[in-house]
Each structure stands twice: as structure tokens, then as C-alpha cells.
């Protein structure tokens, strides 16, 4: 398995921008689709966004799609959530999390058996 370690997270105001990183270690990760999932209070996890290991595919959730952009580096080893024009209702604690290696699959349902600890966004009104 893969580790996986959030960072990025933090307080910003309604319409402001942060990117997220997750820096995987491992040796799955160049053949390893990549996610992004996010929980907010009281609330079940949803699917943000996903991308291929191979960086050509990626996939995201209707409700932050133009929005975000997802991207990866494997040569770092990391994986990247861009968000931008961020709402009140993006305030959650995000995740990233790895499939297993060469998953071909990359989308909602992408099975992702490796998760990070979470990182917190808080998008103020």
C-alpha cells in the first residue's frame, strides 16, 4: 500500500483559491489512479475528483467541476487539487487516496483501498 499525507488545507474567504497536495510514498504510486474525496459535518464522504496514474484522464463531481482541476507529478510523487471560486458549501476536511496499482478504472467508483488523514478547508461567507 501507499502512504498518503494531505497538506494545503486552511481558511480562506468565498471566491478565493487554494491547492491541496498530497505526497504519496510508495512505489505504487506511478501506477496508481489518484482521488480526492471530501466530508463535511454531519455528512457522508463524497467523491471530488479523480486521475488517471497516467495524468490523461480525470474525472470530477458536478458540483466542483470548472471549479477544481486535479493534476499530478510523478516524479514527486504528489498529487494536486487546484480549487478555485470556492463556496461556502466546499468547507469540508479533504482526502486523497490511491488505488490499488494499474487500476484502469477512473471515476466515482474508482475503489480506492489507501486514505490520507485529511485536510481541513474552511471557506468563509
Known amino acids: 500500500q501507499v502512504q498518503l499525507v494531505e497538506s494545503g488545507g486552511g481558511l480562506v474567504q468565498a471566491g478565493g483559491s487554494l491547492r491541496l497536495s498530497c505526497a504519496a510514498s510508495?512505489?505504487?504510486?506511478?501506477?496508481?489512479?489518484m482521488g480526492w474525496f471530501r466530508q463535511a459535518p454531519g455528512k457522508e464522504r463524497d467523491f471530488v475528483a479523480v486521475?488517471?496514474?497516467?495524468?490523461?484522464?480525470?474525472y470530477y463531481a458536478d458540483s466542483v467541476k470548472g471549479r477544481f482541476t486535479i493534476s499530478r507529478d510523478n516524479a514527486k510523487n504528489t498529487v494536486y487539487l487546484q480549487m478555485n471560486s470556492l463556496k461556502s458549501e466546499d468547507t469540508a476536511v479533504y482526502y486523497c487516496?490511491?488505488?490499488?496499482?494499474?487500476?484502469?478504472?477512473?471515476?466515482?467508483?474508482?475503489?480506492?483501498?489507501?486514505w490520507g488523514q485529511g485536510t481541513q478547508v474552511t471557506v468563509s461567507s
Open positions: 487516496a490511491a488505488s490499488r496499482w494499474g487500476e484502469t478504472l477512473v471515476g466515482p467508483t474508482t475503489n480506492f483501498p489507501s
Open positions: 510508495g512505489r505504487t504510486f506511478s501506477r496508481s489512479a
Open positions: 486521475i488517471s496514474w497516467s495524468g490523461g484522464s480525470t
